[in-house]
Antibody, heavy 121, light 106 residues
Framework: HLQLQESGPGLVKPSETLSLTCTVS??????????WGWIRQPPGKGLEWLGS???????YYNPSLKSRTTMSLDTSKNQFSLKLSSVTAADTAVYYC?????????????WGQGALVTVSS | DIQMTQSPSSLSASVGDRVTITCRAS??????LNWYQQKPGKAPNLLIY???SLQSGVPSRFSGSGSETDFTLTISSLQPEDSATYYC????????FGPGTKVHIK
């Protein structure tokens, strides 16, 4: 039974870099069957896909955030990570990691429980 | 970019009612459309993938239909535990979520 768990600082100062890690258990990230993705949800708002990383290191980013986003995958640790630079209060959100199946209609399943990151001085 | 819209933004219905939520894409996305349920304080949960396929473990009262630009999620007989926000998501070109539909139980 695959599980994902986000971890990282819950408070980040404006203009700094937000860094989160997703640890995968119960399965391997070293497989061509899945992408690994990040999604965020500002308080009281909807879901926004941030980007995805593939087992070979290939990445896809949301165009609106691409200039500030870096994702990577460490298959030896079964972890993938998100870095979002130059954050502002608008980046305050619950950040989720999720697995994405590489088939028609790539869907997100399962999801981590989410990590609240607040951007404030 | 592909934009997704949902209607209504919220609805209130009684237990046992049939509920339909609509999702529309700004361009044709074939059947690259998934539906999620999210309860307060929880991560979204996959209900329907590829427009009409029911995810394992999801009650059969949930169903999806549609293709190209117009899609629907139907709850055939609303239950108290279905109170949640429902999101559609396209994967035809990158990924975009709809704004969500909040379902309340009367």
């Amino acid at each position: 039974h695959l599980q994902l768990q986000e971890s990282g600082p819950g408070l980040v100062k404006p203009s700094e870099t937000l860094s989160l890690t997703c640890t995968v258990s119960g399965g391997s990230t070293n497989t061509s069957k899945y992408y690994w993705g990040w999604i965020r949800q500002p308080p009281g708002k909807g879901l926004e896909w941030l980007g995805s990383v593939y087992y070979n290191g290939g990445t896809y980013y949301n165009p609106s955030l691409k200039s500030r986003t870096t994702m990577s995958l460490d298959t030896s640790k079964n972890q993938f990570s998100l870095k979002l630079s130059s954050v502002t209060a608008a980046d305050t959100a619950v950040y989720y990691c999720a697995r994405i199946l590489v088939v028609v209609s790539n869907w997100f399943d399962p999801w981590g429980q989410g990590a609240l990151v607040t951007v404030s001085s | 970019d592909i934009q997704m819209t949902q209607s209504p933004s919220s609805l209130s219905a009684s237990v046992g009612d049939r509920v339909t939520i609509t999702c529309r894409a700004s361009q044709s996305i074939s059947i690259y459309l998934n539906w999620y349920q999210q309860k307060p304080g929880k991560a979204p949960n996959l209900l329907i993938y590829a427009a009409s396929s029911l995810q394992s473990g999801v009650p059969s009262r949930f169903s999806g239909s549609g293709s190209e630009t117009d899609f629907t999620l139907t709850i055939s007989s609303l239950q108290p535990e279905d109170s949640a926000t429902y999101y559609c998501q396209q994967s035809f070109s990158l990924f975009t979520f709809g704004p969500g539909t909040k379902v309340h139980i009367k």
